[in-house]
């Protein structure tokens, strides 16, 4: 424990950390180290004799999980920091349903949906439910029935409306098929404690000392869910009268999910859910120059419903933050990259030190373009999931089957992947034959009045391919088995690598898919080294992955960044690009009411920003194929004039290169010719 030095702290730190009992809101703001903090506490709590498999830490990502679980590993013994449970919210929904769902009349071995599998039942439900003269986006149902179960609705009792009958049919397909969505993961863990105290009170014996990060990113379930295992039932005479033990972290002026359910009055009303908590703010932040924080500061204090705080650094100096009017869009673009490059040889600075920041993904292209023009190295953070590659889905399919054949969409999925002699229209039969049965599609291909309707060569083609899948569940399970090497096996055995490698146009691309294989099987073996869940853990931890925020993409450069997506980051010199009226805040934002959403997104953008920040706005931007005029943000008023410094591009570009920084530039190269 050589690391765990609590007089490091500073004194609200230390206070946070010292509050081990009762409700506890600790308001974080950017940079205040609330990572450090939650791990802290964790190990002060460990070191007052608390049981660590009492204690659960929850997060958003994996990413985050794992950054608290290293660094708690580092300030106590390996043992204690194991049996803490720090997990995402929605990995300990998984865990508690895996454990208890019989009860909501599931079996254990149930199949997680990702967002595929969910478009493809929602089509088929669509077609196979409208009328000729109804239209449905599946998209839009997709996104209304998420939106009901976040909001707990339950799904209508009538088919008045084509989106009604889609959602009453898509729960009660999932139900047939023994599926959940990553909805139904928060949803019916808070109704599975809801409505069964025995399975409710066990847990909460089991969690007794709860921590919770980000907690202004929560939505209502995640509230229920947190309340129902942080409080004893009201039955329960033994905690009669005791206070919860939960810890919330959070910044309700970083709150920008809104969009996406999350409420910011769960940060801001904590007192009604968990009353007489102690409250702590971290307001020393450990990442910005004090002009940098003056600047955000000035611009969130005009949220009219926020918890009052103040940013400020122990760093003084520093430059004041510009703001750079550009003719357009393409001017902004050229600038924003020849400056990265001009300071990055003459500060003698890393391509990593810069960081450039938008409000939409459309925005980088220009960028992206003069980077590559200047053969810059960037990265562009949030590129295409390695869970989204077909084969990867095709093996994860495989191995669904091995452990639920009644998993529809898995099975559909390799059922003729290779080709095995049994036809579209006869998967077709089949999944009708399984509707009307209100059955599997698994089944219905086992099934003798089904059989019977087929000619022989597809019989034996179906009845040989459910033997193959037989055969491969009964190894699986056998005592002692060794599951990775099964799933190799089975893959080998069924033909899908020589298919795969026929449908690959290159043997770049063939080495490439291959590749893909053999790693989420070597990650299958790495999972088994450090857990004894099997295949079923290694599954869900694959299907949770997919759920996280966009990860990083590999490789070093500039970093290309939207302001959701940079929350939680930090970069030396900072470019936040169309700062505009219509961009920043959108449009949108006017029309919906949700404009203090939009400052709070530029307060995340400003506050990434450790030594230097730059706002650019263009008079005009490219829009749809057309020019059009624009103003810039009205945002950009409230920031102090003391603190800011308003340029033109013109007045920047012509300017003369004074002496200190022509000397600073040659000195940069002659330093760099003389590494070579």
């Known amino acids: 424990m050589a690391g765990f030095r609590i007089f490091d702290l500073n004194p609200e730190q230390e206070l946070a950390v010292r509050t081990t009992e009762g409700p506890l809101l600790i308001l974080a703001g950017a940079g205040s180290g609330k990572t450090r903090v939650i791990?802290?506490?964790?190990?002060?709590?460990?070191?007052?004799?608390?049981?660590?498999?009492?204690?659960?830490a929850v997060t958003f990502t994996n990413k985050a999980a794992t950054e608290m679980r290293e660094r708690l590993a580092g300030l106590v013994p390996e043992e204690q920091a194991k049996k803490v449970t720090m997990s995402t919210f929605h990995a300990l929904c998984v865990r508690i349903l895996r454990q208890d769902i019989e009860a909501l009349g599931y079996k254990k071995n149930f199949s997680i949906y990702d967002e595929g599998d969910q478009m493809g039942l929602i089509k088929k439900i669509i077609t196979r439910i409208s009328a000729r003269d109804e239209k449905l986006d599946p998209h839009v149902a997709k996104n209304a029935i998420s939106k009901a179960k976040n909001n707990g609705w339950r799904e209508p009792q009538d088919d008045k409306t084509l989106i009604g009958a889609v959602f009453a049919r898509y729960n009660a397909e999932l139900k047939t098929l023994n599926a959940v969505d990553f909805d139904d993961l928060l949803l019916l863990t808070v109704k599975l404690l809801n409505e069964h105290p025995t399975v409710q009170e066990r847990w909460f014996r089991r969690f007794r000392y709860i921590m919770v990060d980000e907690f202004q990113d929560t939505n209502r379930l995640q509230l229920d869910l947190v309340s129902l295992l942080a409080k004893p039932h009201p039955a329960s005479p033994e905690f009669a009268g005791a206070r919860p033990n939960v810890a919330v972290v959070g910044d309700d002026d970083q709150s920008i999910y809104g969009w996406r359910g999350a409420e910011v009055s769960n940060i801001l009303e904590f007192e009604a859910h968990f009353p007489g908590p102690t409250v702590v703010k971290l307001e020393q932040n450990y990442r910005s120059t004090n002009i940098i924080l003056g600047t955000a500061n000035s611009l969130i204090k005009n949220n009219p419903r926020r918890r009052p705080k103040k940013l400020w650094s122990a760093k003084d100096g520093g430059e004041k933050v510009k703001?750079?009017?550009?003719?357009d869009d393409r001017q902004e673009a050229e600038f924003i990259t020849e400056e990265i490059n001009a300071r990055k040889t003459a500060e003698g600075l890393k391509w990593e030190d810069f960081a450039v920041l938008f409000r939409m993904n459309a925005q980088s292209r220009q960028v992206e373009e003069n980077f590559r023009r200047l053969r810059v190295p960037y990265r562009i953070i949030g590129g295409k999931s390695f869970f989204d590659r077909r084969e990867v889905k095709d093996v994860l399919a495989y191995a669904a089957c091995l452990l639920n054949v009644d998993d529809d969409v898995a099975l559909l999925r390799i059922i003729n992947t290779p080709a095995r002699g049994i036809s579209d229209a006869t998967v077709e039969k089949a999944t009708e034959f399984s509707i009307r049965a209100k059955t599997s599609v698994f089944k219905a291909l086992r099934d003798e009045h089904f059989l019977m309707t087929l000619r022989t060569a597809t019989r034996n083609a179906?009845?040989?391919?459910?033997?193959?899948?037989?055969?491969?569940?009964?190894?699986l399970h056998e005592p002692?088995?060794?599951?990775?090497?099964?799933l190799r096996a089975l893959i080998e055995e069924s033909g899908y690598?020589?298919?795969?490698?026929?449908?690959?146009?290159?043997?770049?691309?063939?080495?490439?898919?291959?590749?893909?294989v053999r790693d989420i099987i070597g990650s299958f073996e790495a999972y088994e080294g450090r857990s004894d869940k099997g295949l079923q853990g290694f599954i869900d931890e694959m299907m949770l992955r997919q759920d996280q925020e966009e990860d990083e993409d590999e490789g070093g450069g500039v970093t290309l960044i939207t302001l959701h997506a940079s929350k939680g980051l930090e970069f030396p010199h900072v470019y936040l690009m169309g700062v505009e009226e219509g961009v920043l805040p959108h449009d949108r934002s006017k029309l919906e009411g949700t404009v203090d959403e939009e400052r709070r997104l530029l307060y995340v953008g400003i506050t990434r920003a450790q030594k230097t920040l730059a706002l650019t706005w263009c008079r005009q931007r490219a829009k749809y194929g057309s020019i059009v005029p624009c103003i810039s943000s009205s945002f950009l008023k409230e920031l102090d004039?003391?603190?800011?410094?308003?340029?033109?591009?013109?007045?920047?570009?012509?300017?003369?290169?004074?002496?200190?920084?022509?000397?600073?530039?040659?000195?940069?190269?002659?330093?760099?010719?003389g590494k070579i």
């Open 641 to 673: 004039p003391e603190l800011i410094e308003h340029r033109d591009v013109g007045e920047i570009l012509n300017a003369p290169v004074t002496e200190e920084k022509a000397a600073a530039k040659f000195g940069a190269i002659f330093d760099l010719l």
């Open 462 to 475: 179906i009845e040989k391919f459910a033997a193959f899948l037989d055969e491969f569940e009964t190894k």
């Open 480 to 486: 002692l088995s060794n599951q990775p090497a099964v």
């Open 323 to 327: 703001i750079i009017a550009m003719p």
């Open 497 to 516: 690598l020589p298919d795969l490698q026929r449908t690959c146009k290159t043997p770049e691309e063939w080495m490439d898919r291959e590749k893909s």
């Open 39 to 56: 791990t802290m506490r964790t190990a002060f709590m460990l070191s007052q004799g608390i049981a660590p498999e009492s204690i659960l």
